[in-house]
T-cell receptor, first 112, second 109 residues
Framework: DVKVTQSSRYLVKRTGEKVFLECVQD?????MFWYRQDPGLGLRLIYF???????EKGDIPEGYSVSREKKERFSLILESASTNQTSMYLC???????????FGPGTRLTVL | GQQLNQSPQSMFIQEGEDVSMNCTSS?????WLWYKQDPGEGPVLLIA?????ELTSNGRLTAQFGITRKDSFLNISASIPSDVGIYFC?????????FGAGTTVTVRA
């Protein structure tokens, strides 16, 4: 079974803090994604990566950056957290050959 | 990203009922996907559709890829309590998915 893990299920941070969200997949997938999920808005793509050290902006990249130094790990960085970044963050991975994205359990981030 | 309109926003089910939800878009897609999210978990793929007009089943679930490529529906037959959760449609045109806002399914008391 594909396994996508995220470093924390719940996280509470203060405004202005630098926040790292980590995602690891164990199936050698080329593509990895970061989404945020907000009620009534569904899942919105923040960034994705199709290879090591490669990244592309999604629909809402402002206030975020990403890092992919190894194939299995994709990190989302909030350089200076703000209250409007309080949300559920979902990581996903996808092999090159299919449309199926496999999601992690999510990190619920609260910024105070 | 593309805008997907998913309806209904929420619904209550009674065990044994058939339920239905749909997604429409102003843009065409090459692939339609339906995901389900249980509380506290990430979404899990239920059904993938690759061809206009395609009708695909997965157990009690049936989904169709609309002929115009701008819509899709999902039916759940004979619902059971574990069907509760949030159902998302997603469409793919090029390299990324666009998601609907979700349909929250709750058991009617």
């Amino acid at each position: 079974d594909v396994k996508v893990t995220q470093s924390s299920r719940y996280l509470v941070k203060r405004t202005g803090e630098k926040v790292f969200l980590e995602c690891v997949q164990d199936m050698d997938h080329e593509n990895m994604f970061w989404y945020r999920q907000d009620p009534g808005l569904g899942l919105r793509l923040i960034y994705f990566s199709y290879d090591v050290k490669m990244k592309e902006k999604g629909d809402i990249p402002e206030g975020y950056s990403v890092s992919r130094e190894k194939k299995e790990r994709f990190s989302l960085i909030l350089e200076s957290a703000s209250t409007n970044q309080t949300s559920m963050y979902l990581c996903a991975s996808r092999p090159q050959s299919t449309d199926t994205q496999y999601f992690g359990p999510g990190t619920r981030l609260t910024v105070l | 990203g593309q805008q997907l309109n998913q309806s209904p926003q929420s619904m209550f089910i009674q065990e044994g009922e058939d339920v239905s939800m749909n997604c429409t878009s102003s843009s065409i897609f090459n692939t339609w996907l339906w995901y389900k999210q249980d509380p506290g978990e990430g979404p899990v793929l239920l059904i993938a559709l690759y061809k206009a007009g395609e009708l695909t089943s997965n157990g009690r679930l049936t989904a169709q890829f609309g002929i115009t490529r701008k819509d899709s529906f999902l039916n759940i037959s004979a619902s059971i309590p574990s069907d509760v959760g949030i159902y998302f449609c997603a469409g793919r045109l090029d390299y990324k998915l666009s998601f609907g806002a979700g349909t929250t399914v709750t058991v009617r008391a």
